[in-house]
């Protein structure tokens, strides 16, 4: 062995790292997370059930507002998804691009980020989309939403922790960054074609699709956000105070929970997050109440969306761009594309 050769790594670190692969131990520290997050959300509901309860109670008529604005917000979602995966791929029509987006969100309440993505590329194959392009769509909207996520949030956070005039600097930072956004997304893409094995088979995404999708994002959070609000302010919260703590809260604690891969969606870890924000606006009790019917609202979204574009997209005649390869160097798509009808 030469005496340049990169030495084995230490044998407890070589044991930890296999220890952490067993299945095992993925399920004890998933289950670990959520009864943590369920033991904080419990304890406050159970400090006073009485109004806990009632709050649920008062609830009833706002959900389908709430679910209403959540829809909205979902469907913005997926439009701003689609922009760069049709600047990859080909074009898709807006209907299954919701219905191909609320494929992944049904399948990230199952625990692991991968299995959103099988089943988006499965259904994906109905309209030849490849792997390739697929998960390069993945990749520059988990980008684009984290960013957009942040740069909403962060100013509700640092408001409470240091004021108004540090918030405002701080959205002032925002604004500049998602400016500065597309074009380094567009960069990245660019560097990243330059790789011998990915020249041929990527395209470059202009700056002006990905400004789209920065845009669209950013209403997205916002209008998604307004659900929270609806809930909040049926518990009797001020309607002008609770608006920046809601939707600037929702969007980094949603941005923060998704980064706990562990959590099938960050369930349990989002909520906790909603409750300490909201804990400014209403009682402990109703503020966990607000949180835990915010998730059987989106839920709720997730389902109606993925159905609503299922049945849909089986009406619809495929336009004349839509399942044709805009590209003929692109690979083959991920499965053999099937007769189902697209949109």
Partial sequence: MSATATPAPPLWRARALALLRRTWVRRATTALVVLMCAGFLGRSLAADREAAGAALGRLGPWLL????????????????????LQALSRP??????????????????????????????????????????????????????????????????LRYVHG?????????????????????????????????ALARRLVEVPQDVLSRAVWLCSVSWVVTGLHLWLLVVALGADPVAALLPCVGGFALATSVASLVVVVPDGIGVREALLAVSLATLLPPAEAVAAAAAS?????????????????????????PDEGRPHDPREEAPCSPPPTATRS
């Fill in 295 to 319: 998730r059987l609202v989106l839920a709720a979204a997730d389902v109606v969306a993925f159905a609503c574009g299922s049945v849909t997209a089986r009406r619809r005649t495929p336009g």
């Fill in 92 to 157: 898709l029509g807006r209907l299954f691009a919701v219905k191909l987006f609320a494929a992944g969100s049904l399948g990230k309440y199952v625990p692991g980020v991968m299995w959103s993505i099988v089943l988006q590329t499965r259904l994906a194959a109905s309209s030849g989309i490849t792997v390739l392009h697929f998960t390069a769509t993945f990749g520059l909207y988990a980008a684009v939403s984290l960013a957009t996520g942040a740069a909403l949030g962060l100013p509700t956070l």
């Fill in 65 to 84: 507002p709430a679910l209403l604005a959540a829809l909205v917000g979902l469907w913005l979602t997926a439009l701003s998804w689609r922009e760069p």
């Fill in 164 to 196: 108004g005039w540090t918030a405002l600097g701080a959205a002032a930072l925002a604004a500049v960054a998602l400016l500065v956004l597309p074009w380094a997304l567009a960069v990245a893409v660019r560097l990243v074609r330059r790789l011998p």
